[in-house]
């Protein structure tokens, strides 16, 4: 196995020295700022931690498929951040608001291409089965930014449509990392399943974490504006639960809340306090805590299966650091 400090410094050490062309400098700009400014690096660090559990060492084979997921999730967000009109990503301006909106969707495209070419350098034995996993997991997001865009046009979705969703657009790719690891660790089919479900778990409940933290979390540490989704009218899991625990008038109390107007700085204080009065009064905020412990809990769960000792300690730590956010 390899250690979790050898895991980091392997993180830091890859995208310190991650290299895109210099020109032109207003298409590759872009791709090196949004790998300056950071992030927790999530995707690339559960690859190479269920990498880990069956390797001594890294080579390129699995730190360039690595790099790969954090650039491909990278290319998401840039585009993320045109649909929802979003002003900053980890606490900075956006790539759209820099270079405008044509220079961040074609430096979105180039880095989703970049991501596909780094794919490529997995080891020759399993190479298909991870381009394969990958375009699914590919199109399996774009899926779920669809549906995402089409929940924005109605008033309410059940909680099943909007676990499906976020599944499909956070869950598959986390659940991707995990799987690819092992995969080109060379690990079993059984173990590299069990670890796409913990994966998959693991993704819906940092999802809903996201979610939680948007409405009540600290600006400075969530990286973006607090109630975004709020002023967005967006469905997210505080709204859905709230939806489905409301009584009537309570009902149609929060869907006119949530229709106010948000165009000044006023407005949208105003609305984001109202709307969180709605979830607290319903304690959804709370059973947002519960339902991140327990698809955390579910994860290990799948985890457990193909691991013990620690292997399975190992990534009950990666999945409590997760969970940890909300805490």
Same mark, same amino acid.
């Given at each position: 196995?390899?250690?979790? %400090?050898?895991?980091?410094?392997?993180?830091?050490?890859?995208?310190?020295?991650?290299?895109?062309? $210099?020109?032109?400098? %207003?298409?590759?700009?872009?791709?090196?700022?949004?790998?300056?400014?950071?992030?927790?690096?999530?995707?690339? &660090?559960?690859?190479?931690?269920?990498?880990?559990?069956?390797?001594?060492?890294?080579?390129?084979?699995?730190?360039?498929? +690595?790099?790969?997921?954090?650039?491909?999730?990278? *290319?998401?967000?840039?585009?993320?951040?045109?649909?929802?009109?979003?002003?900053?990503?980890?606490?900075?301006?956006?790539?759209?608001?820099?270079?405008?909106?044509?220079?961040?969707?074609?430096?979105?495209? !180039?880095?989703?291409?970049?991501?596909?070419?780094?794919?490529?350098?997995?080891?020759?034995?399993?190479? /298909?089965?991870?381009?394969?996993? *990958?375009?699914?997991?590919?199109? #399996?997001?774009?899926?779920?930014?669809?549906?995402?865009?089409? *929940? $924005?046009?109605? &008033?309410?979705?059940?909680?099943?449509?909007?676990?499906?969703?976020?599944?499909?657009?956070?869950? !598959?790719?986390?659940? @991707?990392? +995990?799987?690819?690891?092992?995969?080109?660790?060379?690990?079993?089919?059984?173990? @590299?399943?069990?670890?796409?479900?913990?994966?998959?778990?693991?993704?819906?409940?940092?999802?809903?974490?996201?979610?939680?933290?948007?409405?009540?979390?600290? $600006?400075?540490?969530?990286?973006?504006?607090?109630?975004?989704?709020?002023?967005?009218?967006?469905?997210?899991?505080?709204?859905?639960?709230?939806?489905? &625990? +409301?009584?009537?008038?309570?009902? +149609?109390?929060?869907?006119?809340?949530? #229709?106010?107007?948000?165009?000044? /700085? #006023?407005?949208?204080?105003?609305?984001?306090?109202?709307?969180? %009065?709605?979830?607290?009064?319903?304690?959804?905020?709370?059973?947002?805590?519960?339902?991140?412990?327990?698809? %955390?809990? #579910?994860?290990? $769960?799948?985890?457990?299966?193909? @691991?013990?000792?620690?292997?399975?300690?190992?990534?009950?730590? *990666?999945?409590?650091?997760?969970?940890?956010?909300?805490?």
């Amino acid at each position: 196995m390899i250690s979790e %400090n050898k895991i980091d410094a392997a993180i830091s050490q890859l995208f310190s020295t991650l290299k895109f062309s $210099e020109t032109p400098a %207003n298409l590759y700009d872009p791709l090196r700022y949004m790998i300056s400014i950071g992030g927790k690096r999530i995707r690339p &660090k559960l690859c190479l931690t269920t990498y880990s559990l069956y390797k001594d060492t890294f080579d390129e084979t699995v730190l360039q498929p +690595a790099a790969g997921l954090e650039i491909f999730h990278s *290319f998401t967000l840039i585009h993320d951040d045109i649909m929802d009109r979003s002003p900053l990503r980890r606490g900075v301006p956006t790539v759209w608001t820099k270079w405008g909106e044509d220079g961040a969707i074609l430096s979105g495209d !180039v880095m989703c291409i970049d991501s596909y070419k780094r794919m490529a350098k997995a080891p020759a034995g399993v190479l /298909e089965k991870v381009l394969d996993l *990958f375009s699914t997991t590919a199109s #399996e997001v774009c899926d779920g930014q669809q549906l995402d865009m089409d *929940f $924005e046009k109605v &008033k309410e979705v059940s909680m099943a449509d909007y676990m499906k969703m976020i599944g499909l657009k956070t869950g !598959v790719l986390i659940a @991707c990392s +995990a799987k690819m690891g092992a995969l080109i660790a060379g690990a079993s089919e059984d173990i @590299c399943d069990a670890l796409y479900n913990y994966g998959y778990s693991l993704g819906l409940a940092f999802q809903v974490a996201d979610d939680y933290l948007d409405a009540f979390g600290d $600006e400075k540490v969530f990286g973006k504006p607090i109630g975004g989704d709020i002023i967005n009218q967006k469905k997210c899991w505080l709204t859905t639960r709230a939806l489905e &625990k +409301a009584d009537d008038q309570t009902k +149609a109390s929060l869907l006119s809340a949530l #229709e106010m107007k948000a165009e000044t /700085e #006023e407005e949208k204080g105003e609305k984001i306090s109202i709307v969180r %009065n709605f979830y607290t009064s319903l304690r959804v905020d709370e059973d947002a805590k519960y339902e991140i412990l327990r698809l %955390n809990e #579910e994860a290990m $769960e799948h985890a457990a299966k193909v @691991c013990r000792g620690v292997r399975l300690e190992t990534l009950r730590r *990666f999945a409590d650091k997760l969970v940890g956010r909300t805490k």
